[in-house]
C-alpha cells in the first residue's frame, strides 16, 4: 500500500501489489486436489489447459479466429477430446467467460484491498488493460465485444455483465475520490466510469493495431488527469 497517491496521469508499470491480468490465465479456478483419482486430477488438468489456452487465441485472433484443431494442437490432445469437455465452441466461451470474470473481479478486489487512494485505484485499473497489450494481448471480453453479432446470445450477456462489473467498479472509486476531494465534484462519475473503460478498450485495441503503447498512455493519461480536483 502506498503511503501518498502518485500524481495523476502517470501510467506506467502495474503496482507490485497487483496481480497482473497476463499472469491470471495460470491460476486455476478448478481445484487439483490430491483426493481425486488420478484420472480425474488428469481430466480436470485438461479441461484448464483448454480455457487458458482458449484465452489466448481470443486474446490474439478473438473467438471466431480459431477452431478445435487449432486448439487441439496446442494442448497436444486429439480434437475428440475437446469435445469431452466442451461439447459446442459455445460451451468453452461461455466456461471461459465465467471463469474470467470471475478472476477480473478478484484483480479488481486486490486493488481495492492493496491502493489506498483513488487515484492509485484508478492508475492500477489501467494498467491491467496496459500489461495485456505490453503481452500483445487484447482483453478477452473486448475480443468477444467485437464478435458479439456472431457469439451466443449466453456469451453476449457475458460480455456485457463484464463490462457492467468494471464501470460499476469505476463509478465506486470515482466517487470515493470526490468524497476525498481528490476528484472534482464537476463530473459525473458514472458517466466518466463508462467513458475510462471505454478509452480502456478502445485504446487497447488501436494500440495493437500500432503496435506500441504510446497511444495507449497518451490516451489514458488525458482521462486520469480529467479527473483531477486540481485541473
Known amino acids: 500500500m502506498t503511503d501518498k497517491p502518485q500524481e495523476w496521469g502517470s501510467i506506467s508499470c502495474l503496482a507490485k501489489q497487483t496481480m497482473t491480468i497476463c499472469n491470471m490465465q495460470n491460476k486455476n479456478i478448478l481445484p487439483l486436489t490430491t483426493n481425486l483419482p488420478e484420472g480425474r486430477v488428469l481430466d480436470m488438468d485438461t479441461r484448464q489447459a483448454l480455457l487458458d489456452n482458449a484465452a489466448e487465441l481470443i486474446r490474439t485472433r478473438g473467438y471466431t479466429g480459431f477452431s478445435y484443431a487449432d486448439l487441439a494442437e496446442r494442448v497436444g490432445i486429439r480434437k475428440p477430446s475437446i469435445h469431452h469437455h466442451f461439447p459446442a465452441k459455445e460451451d468453452l466461451g461461455v466456461a471461459l467467460l465465467d471463469q474470467y470474470i470471475v478472476q477480473f473481479e478478484q484483480l479488481l478486489e486486490d486493488i481495492s484491498r492493496h491502493e489506498k487512494y483513488p487515484s492509485d485505484q484508478l492508475r492500477a485499473f489501467a ?19 467485437a464478435d ?72 489514458v493519461n488525458a482521462v486520469l488527469k480529467s479527473f483531477d480536483q486540481t485541473n
Not at 456485457?160 to 462519475?189: P, Y
Not at 478498450?201 to 495507449?216: E, I, T
Request: aromatic share 6%; with cysteine; net charge negative.
Open 148 to 219: 458479439v453479432d456472431v457469439v451466443s446470445p449466453e456469451i453476449a450477456v457475458g460480455v456485457r455483465r463484464f463490462m457492467s462489473m468494471n464501470q460499476h467498479w469505476l463509478t465506486q472509486v470515482l466517487e470515493a475520490g470526490q468524497q476525498q476531494k481528490t476528484v472534482s465534484d464537476a463530473i459525473d462519475s458514472a458517466a466518466q466510469a463508462g467513458m475510462l473503460l471505454a478509452v480502456c478498450q478502445g485504446a487497447l485495441l488501436v494500440a495493437r493495431a500500432m503496435r506500441s503503447v504510446d497511444g495507449f498512455d497518451q490516451a
Open 127 to 145: 494498467n491491467l488493460y496496459r500489461s495485456s497489450l505490453e503481452q500483445g494481448w487484447g482483453c478477452v471480453c473486448g475480443m468477444l465485444a
